[in-house]
């Protein structure tokens, strides 16, 4: 069975992009592959955090991770800052990453560009501590959002040269990208990626919002003043956002959904969005409480550390041997 591994921080609190980009594959995928999914939160302080929130935004992922359908008998959930060697072999990968290949990551590039204060070394790395995520676990697919590409594009170039100079070490890993949905867009700015740091409450929608919120979110969306109904993201960003996630919560392709809304106006389809995200997110809300009720979640995460720190064990011991940086015999 191929392995596939992907992961999401816990930031803020996380969005339907989070759900149509990432989440949404990992369940089409968890019946046919050895998923690892966890929780990045070594990567969530590469900026300023409030530590209580952290803790919380960490429980509400693991949560909301199962209430989408992650299945515990299925997949292994772990956390990442239970297994140092995540930091570990993070290092060693940094130690093999040029200046010049990090500076070239958008993420990084755009928080530069935009001259925000107080860029910590941390988020310059980085890359490099999601390259050791993923190849800790010799994963062969990574699913994600089209924002993250670039950073398994990394992986496989790390990995590359790591196998070259100290020979077999990793597997290469590929990116999997959704054809629909990849980049979800914000409500309020439809030509800037959807996000949960975004400042206007309003663009974005939390899988935790009320749900009679999101719908208002939603009949508030930004479009444009063409008035057909056609999916141009080029020309119309704004209505093709909103035809991209009616078909990722209906499973309706897209040009049938612009069949079924020809003469109709921009209304009529926010209504439909909106019940689709009222109903989407009303369910996985109940779904989320009872887990939480349930209390199981740390059992969950501890077995899923268990599995997932075997592996990373062996990899880092492996690897320190390649390096030289063991000196007993094993
Ligand atoms: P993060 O937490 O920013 O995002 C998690 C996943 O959600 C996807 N995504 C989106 N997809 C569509 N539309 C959007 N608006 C949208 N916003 C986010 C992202 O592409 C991603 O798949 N560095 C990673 C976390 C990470 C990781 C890893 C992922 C750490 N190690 C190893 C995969 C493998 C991150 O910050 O994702």
Redesign the pocket.
Same mark, same amino acid.
């Given at each position: 069975m191929k392995r596939m591994?992907? @992961? #999401? %921080?816990p *930031?803020g609190r996380l *969005?339907l +992009?989070?759900y $149509? @980009?990432?989440i949404r594959q990992f369940l089409e995928y968890q019946n046919d592959y050895e998923l690892f999914i966890f929780i990045?939160n070594m990567?969530a302080i590469t900026v300023p955090i409030d530590p209580k929130e952290l803790k919380q935004n960490t429980k509400d992922l693991i949560a909301l991770y199962m209430a989408c359908g992650l299945d515990s008998e299925k997949t292994t959930l772990f956390l990442q800052s239970d297994l140092p060697q995540h930091t570990e072999l993070g290092w060693i990968l940094t130690c093999h990453s040029y200046m010049g290949e990090l500076q070239r990551m958008t993420q990084y590039k755009d928080k530069c560009a935009k001259q925000e204060s107080g860029i910590t070394a941390g988020l310059f790395t980085?890359p490099a501590?999601?390259a050791a995520? #993923?190849l800790m676990y010799d994963a062969d697919y /990574?699913? /994600? @959002? !089209?924002?993250?590409k670039q950073? !398994?594009e990394l992986a496989r170039n790390l990995a590359e040269r790591f196998n070259h100079r100290y020979g077999d070490s990793f597997v290469v890993p590929e990116p999997i990208v959704p054809k629909v +949905?990849? &980049? $979800?867009?914000s409500l309020q700015n439809p030509t800037k %990626?959807?996000? &949960?740091s975004e400042e206007n409450p309003k663009g974005t929608i939390d899988l935790l919002d009320e749900p009679s919120v999101a719908r208002k979110k939603i009949m508030s969306a930004v479009t444009d003043s063409l008035g057909i109904i056609q999916y141009d993201p080029e020309n119309q960003p704004g209505l093709a956002n909103l035809l991209t996630i009616l078909s990722s919560l209906s499973n309706e392709p897209i040009d049938s959904i612009v069949n079924r809304f020809q003469g109709k106006g921009y209304g009529d389809l926010k209504k439909e969005v909106a019940e689709a995200v009222y109903n989407f997110l009303s369910e996985l809300q109940a779904k989320y409480r009872e887990i939480i009720a349930s209390g199981k979640i740390d059992e969950i995460i501890q077995a899923g550390n268990e599995k997932a720190g075997k592996i990373a064990y062996k990899k880092v011991a492996k690897i320190k041997r390649k390096l030289g940086l063991s000196i007993q015999k094993r």
């Open positions: 591994l992907s @992961g #999401i %921080k *930031t *969005t +992009g989070n $149509i @980009g990432a990045a990567h980085y501590l999601m995520d #993923i /990574v699913p /994600v @959002g !089209v924002d993250q950073h !398994v +949905g990849a &980049k $979800i867009m %990626k959807m996000s &949960k």
